[in-house]
């Protein structure tokens, strides 16, 4: 990897996605049981684990972003600014792609900010259910692809450039198709323009919950 990815990328997220700390907040508030943080990236979710997180397994593949999750973890613990035990937490190496869990071992995944970036995202949607336990969840936040008009078409001229700059990221991913086409059920929705995320033509949202059905 290098700087950019390892080091300035990261910074430059932890300013533009400031404002969405209550919805990460209410999302990782529902995580329960056995949990899989899919591209953890830095450990911004690492203080909203509550007691209902009986474990939490961060899975990321870049070894340097992964190191700043384990410093931040201690930092925060430090801090006495954890809701659960550290022990609780285990950070794996790797890609949503291929995952080294067994079938139905997960109660819930997180899918934060990052089905933008996976590389093959219906490989991991696909991945993320065979780990889920029938009856598990994915809770989403994923910025995503403007449904329609003047946005949509500045994504899809701006995100050549965009995934050079993000290290991947993607502008115009339909991940609500992804994880649909990847055999979940919708229990929860939301699709919306979030005034809080920038860029503007980054700023279109999904979150909810879907279901690996039972
Ligand atoms: C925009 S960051 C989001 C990080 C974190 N989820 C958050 O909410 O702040 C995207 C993350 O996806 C990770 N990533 C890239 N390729 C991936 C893959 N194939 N599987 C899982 N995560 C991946 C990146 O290393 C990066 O940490």
Known sequence: ?????????????????????????????????????????????????TEAAEKVVG??????????????????????????????????????ERMAFEDNSFDTAIACLVFCTIPDAIGAAKEVFRVLKPGGKLLFLEHVRYPEGRMQKVQEFINPAWKVFGCGCHLNRDTEQVFSDAGFEFASIERYRNPKMSPPFAAFMIKGTAIKPG
């Open 1 to 49: 990897m290098g700087i950019h990815e390892d080091h300035i990328l990261p910074a430059i997220m932890d300013v533009a996605l400031a404002g969405l700390k209550d919805e990460r907040k209410q999302m990782i508030g529902q995580a329960t049981g056995k949990v899989l943080e899919v591209g953890m990236g830095n450990g911004t979710n690492l203080p909203f684990y």
């Open 59 to 96: 899975l990321e593949p870049c070894d340097a972003v992964r190191e700043k999750a384990k410093k931040k973890l201690q930092k925060i613990s430090d801090k006495g600014e954890l809701q659960i035990a550290m022990d609780r937490y285990e950070f794996v190496g790797g890609g949503g």
